[in-house]
């Protein structure tokens, strides 16, 4: 085999140029789609009032712990036309380490819904930078 090639088959020319970034999205390869904070950023953004968290994890992990004054929007029930009026704020996504934003964050652009951005690393992030947790 040389240089460039796995089985016979040159890996280079292995998926049509076309297909990459749909396969790299589809299988979490490559950068995401979304705009994302980091908890630190969030968290100041909260703290001068110019972001709404919608946590979109089920209800019963939400309860256990969140961000505080988030607003429960579950992932299973999920509706982008049912997103809380921000009134000039943010709308931030989160879940427990990104995924579920992500796939709402989908939703929202499916929708059309002017929601673009969730926290890097979700809930998880949150915690592990000791930031406040509502119950």
Same mark, same amino acid.
């Given at each position: 085999m040389s240089k460039g090639e796995y089985y016979g088959v040159r890996h280079d020319n292995a998926v049509p140029a076309r297909w990459k970034g749909q396969i790299e999205m589809v299988f979490g390869f490559g950068? @995401? +789609?979304?705009? %994302?904070?980091?908890?630190?950023?969030? @968290? +100041?953004?909260? %703290?001068?009032?110019?972001?709404?968290?919608?946590?979109?994890? %089920?209800?019963?992990?939400?309860?256990?712990?969140?961000?505080?004054g988030a607003v429960n929007m579950p992932l299973s029930t999920f509706r982008a036309s049912q997103l809380p009026e921000p009134e000039g704020k943010k709308l931030v996504l989160s879940c427990l380490g990104g995924k579920r934003s992500g796939m709402a964050l989908d939703k929202c652009g499916a929708a059309q819904a002017e929601v673009d951005t969730h926290l890097a690393g979700g809930f998880g992030a949150w915690k592990a930078a000791g930031l406040p947790v509502e119950r």
């Open positions: 950068k @995401s +789609a979304h705009k %994302e904070l980091t908890a630190t950023q969030l @968290s +100041a953004m909260l %703290e001068t009032g110019q972001a709404l968290v919608v946590d979109v994890r %089920e209800v019963d992990e939400f309860a256990a712990g969140h961000i505080p």
